[in-house]
């Protein structure tokens, strides 16, 4: 951190602070004790005025402090523990809130650089990597909906909630209460921020328009061609066997695509629904990729086309829902069968122990790559990944940044008989975003295309092998 | 004395490094709403951008003058130099921003009165939100200082090229198909070219926090094209459109 080593930017320190406030706290316990001993007849208001402002003056500081090690039991002071070990309790209890808090400072109104963070619980240290105390606001929260309300918190006394977003390809909703602190008139206000991520509620209410958009025009056609067939059944068809049978057969593979086109549809629903929760589960890439190669075994057959599966000895464990990596695996495979001619070869290989830049490297030479997915950069994670490659026609640049829109299809490719619903890789996408893991296409024309898709791997705690936990 | 001069110095640094945070939200911020106007069909949200725009402004003409003022009074070196010099060029490229983000909003007041386009708008969104994404991580490489994450921002600009590239043919595709659209398309044409330009404007501030941190420019090359894609290189769109 180049800007730590230098010595200009100047926080105010918060021992400096907690110094100021110390003593003159020190001198109003002194002067109220003193003149307790002049007026014995006020004696408890004043001392009942002392205590309180100790402990004010206690809460008000310790909590930032890292070590209280105050000794509890000195002298025998009964009286004292509670309010210890509710200053405490209070201090844990903030740290252990889910929401992020956040307590701002305000210095001058009209300087920006004023707003500065003073307190913050852990999960607002998490989210906004607040390394130090004194921190600008401004450089954890540039929403200026956000600033604004904690101004008005700060200088008009303004309670207030606002929304807002943080963009990006996995977009959070958030939340942010600002409520202005009571403090002694003439000392820096203080405002509380208390920001609560509001995605899943979002999410669930576009999934609903969107889907039924979505739904509605996939399904119309199919219908409509079904609705054809049964008018001319109905009509000059009625007696003729042979058309009959033959509509019948194209009513049947209508409705076939209808149930998949549903199926998919569900499915992708669902899993955008579970995008935002990590999945908990362990699931071995490597067996996941062989049951596909059987399960598909059947259908290669009938095309003739051979599946290679290639995987290291090594285990290939990543955090994962199992349903939802063989169907990753699932849909590129059938993809990869699907543009293969007759007799083509579709190659699988799965690879482990990928460092960040390994696992998205290309594998594929003289293809245009493009990663479709690419996750937040984590350090010290391991990436297991698992390459669909096979020897079609092979896709032209300009089709690849699209090919997990839904529905979408490059134009110009027959897909043969058996039509796909066009949500294949769209699924692909929200599973590989919901396990933090990344999607890559290669591909050019001619040369088929490879499609990797790569997950972290469950992290293996090798050195703390001693207990015989670790198993 | 010599302690309140030193302290005063770092304070006008850390405002001139808040101040431009605080331009990078409203440009986000700018850049996001214009995408939604044009989303969701939202004029009251266009018109808003519209206005928000002489703020952002304001705050440029204050960087400045803070920039220069502190030149002028403590001539700072070295690193502090650096972040000045810095915060000087981040912000004329947060400024252009949000005119940039101002024009997609007045385009999508014209919008606001033809036929909903919907596959059309959601490319452009879909595009505005990767380029929204970059601006976010330029912005917080340059917060938390962070080299790896600016030089990350910087190496993937050929994303939103290959994002424009098809944009470009979807809505030739439309125009072409419906020469009733050409109107229409035509802004979402600007739209995305608008786009584009701001993703260059995150690559610039990407540059400049490298040089900021280090006090080098970014050596190598950036990623552009790959190897084989001399057949179909940045700009022949319009060649292969004229059979």
Redesign the interface.
């Known amino acids: 951190m180049p800007y730590e080593i230098s010595p200009s930017p100047v926080a105010p320190t918060f021992t400096s602070r907690l110094w100021t406030v110390g003593t003159s706290v020190a001198i109003s316990l002194v002067v109220m004790i003193g003149l307790a001993f002049v007026h014995p007849e006020l004696a408890v208001w004043l001392i009942g005025g002392a205590v309180l402002i100790a402990v004010s003056a206690w809460l008000l500081n310790m909590p930032s402090a890292p070590e209280p090690t105050e000794p509890v039991l000195e002298g025998g002071q009964v009286d004292l523990q509670p309010s210890l070990i509710g200053g405490d309790l209070l201090d844990r209890v903030f740290e252990a809130l889910d929401d992020p808090v956040l307590i701002v400072s305000g210095g001058e109104p009209d300087d920006i650089a004023g707003r500065r963070i003073i307190m913050a619980n852990h999960a607002a240290r998490e989210l906004m990597r607040i390394q130090r105390q004194g921190a600008l606001l401004v450089q954890v929260i540039r929403e200026p909906g956000v600033l604004e309300a904690v101004d008005e918190a700060l200088f008009g006394g303004v309670s207030r909630t606002t929304d807002y977003t943080t963009g990006g390809q996995r977009d959070r909703r958030w939340r942010a209460w600002t409520r202005p602190l009571e403090q002694a008139p003439g000392a820096d206000p203080l405002a509380l921020v208390i920001l609560r991520d509001e995605t899943d509620a979002r999410r669930t209410e576009m999934m609903r328009v969107d889907f039924l958009a979505n739904a509605s025009h996939e399904l119309r056609t199919p219908l409509a061609s079904l609705s054809g067939f049964i008018e001319t059944l109905k009509g000059h068809a009625r007696d003729d066997a042979v058309a009959r049978d033959r509509f019948l057969d194209i009513m049947a593979a209508q409705a076939d695509r209808m149930t998949r086109l549903v199926a998919d549809l569900l499915s992708l629903s669902r899993i955008e629904l579970n995008e935002h929760i990590p999945p908990s589960g362990r699931v071995d890439l490597d067996r996941a990729a062989a049951d596909v190669v059987d399960a598909v075994s059947v259908l290669v057959k009938e095309k003739a086309i051979s599946v290679v599966l290639d995987q290291g000895e090594a285990r290939a464990s990543i955090n994962g829902d199992r349903d939802e990596i063989v169907q990753v695996v699932q849909n590129l495979l059938d993809n990869a069968v699907k543009y293969s001619s007759p007799g083509g070869v579709v190659e699988i290989t799965v690879v482990s122990d990928l460092g960040f830049d390994e696992a998205g490297a290309a594998r594929m030479a003289g293809a245009t790559r493009l990663p479709l997915v690419s996750p937040d950069r984590a350090s010290g994670v391991f990436y297991a990944a698992v390459t669909v490659r096979d020897h079609g026609p092979g896709m032209a640049r300009e089709h690849l940044p699209r090919l997990t829109e839904r529905f979408y299809r490059v134009e110009g490719q027959k897909s043969g008989e058996r039509l796909g619903t066009g949500l294949g890789l769209a699924i692909v996408k929200h599973i590989v975003n919901r396990h933090q893991g990344g999607l890559l296409v290669e591909s050019a024309p001619g040369m088929g295309a490879a499609f990797t898709a790569w997950f972290p791997m469950v992290v293996e705690r090798r050195d703390v092998r001693t207990t015989p936990l670790a198993d | 004395m010599n302690q309140h001069t ?2 005063a ?3 006008e ?3 001139i ?3 431009i ?2 331009m ?3 440009a ?2 700018q850049v ?1 709403d214009a995408i939604d106007s044009v989303a969701r069909r939202d004029v009251a949200l266009a018109r808003a951008v519209v206005e928000r725009d002489l703020k952002l402004d304001a705050l440029h003409r204050d960087v400045e003058k803070k920039a220069i003022r502190l030149i002028a009074l403590r001539q700072p070196v070295a ?2 130099l650096r972040r000045t010099l810095g915060a000087m060029k981040i912000a004329t490229d947060l400024e252009r921003t949000g005119d940039l983000a101002k024009n997609i909003a007045k385009r999508a007041l014209i919008l606001a009165d033809s036929e909903p386009m ?1 596959p059309l708008t959601r490319s452009i969104e879909r595009m505005g ?2 380029v ?2 970059r ?3 330029v ?1 917080d490489a340059y ?3 962070e080299l ?1 994450r600016a030089v ?1 921002v910087w190496q ?1 600009d050929d ?1 939103v090229d ?2 424009y ?2 944009l470009f ?1 979807e809505l030739l595709t439309y125009m072409m198909g419906d020469p009733r659209t050409i109107g229409a398309c035509t802004h979402l044409l600007f739209m995305a070219k608008n786009l584009e330009r701001i993703g260059d404007h995150a690559t610039n501030i990407a540059e400049t926090v490298h040089y900021e ?1 280090t006090g080098e420019d970014i050596v190598g090359e950036r990623p552009r094209a ?4 001399e057949d ?1 290189d940045p700009t022949p769109n319009i060649s292969t459109h004229t059979h």
């Open positions: 030193v302290k110095y770092g304070d640094l850390n405002q490094t808040a101040e945070a605080r990078g939200g409203l986000e911020a996001a690193s502090d919907q939100r990767l929204s994404t601006l976010r991580d912005l917060t938390a200082s790896d990350a993937t994303e290959e994002h590239n098809a043919r941190i790959q190897p084989t894609a179909s």
